[in-house]
């Protein structure tokens, strides 16, 4: 019986060998850089915590090659921005809007932070664009700033 067993395990496993289809992978193709690349909604903040914020902005889509990232430059100096942040991101040829979402780690509680965005392809070379620098300041421990999902605005009665 184990040798039964073996042999149809055997059968199965060069079966599946040989009769298996690779998964294909579809990669983004690289597109035709946008003329202009413009920041149309934000930058604005998404969530802020006292060790941590996340910074969202939509621009038109840059394209180019499939592979960017969103790039955040803060510090506690408007005029010292020397940290910076940044996420990847695939551009989707499909969309004419690309959304940008910055995680920036080790933030210091109770503190106000400067900061100005920008995007670059995977090979370091800036999509054009950058915005004015902004601010924020981290709430105290134990509290958060939760921005997203915009919160309706009261109507008057």
Do not use: C
Not at 10 to 25: D, F, Q, Y
């Amino acid at each position: 019986m184990n040798r039964l067993f073996l042999k149809l395990a055997m059968m199965l496993m060069i079966g599946s060998l040989l009769h298996s289809t690779p998964a294909a992978t579809q990669v983004s193709p690289t597109t035709k850089k946008a003329a202009r690349v413009q920041i149309t909604q934000g930058p604005e903040m998404e969530r802020i915590d006292p060790d941590f914020a996340i910074i969202r902005w939509t621009s038109n889509n840059p394209g180019g090659s499939p592979e960017h990232y969103g790039v955040v430059r803060y510090g506690t100096d408007p005029t010292n921005l020397s940290q910076t942040a940044k996420s990847p991101i695939r551009l989707n040829p499909g969309h004419s809007d690309t959304i940008f979402r910055v995680r920036m780690p080790g933030l210091k509680p109770q503190t106000t932070y400067y900061y100005k965005v920008t995007s670059i392809e995977s090979n370091g070379k800036s999509d054009g664009v950058e915005s004015p620098v902004n601010q924020f300041t981290t709430p105290g421990p134990g509290e958060r700033v939760v921005n997203y999902p915009p919160q309706p605005v009261p109507q008057p009665r």
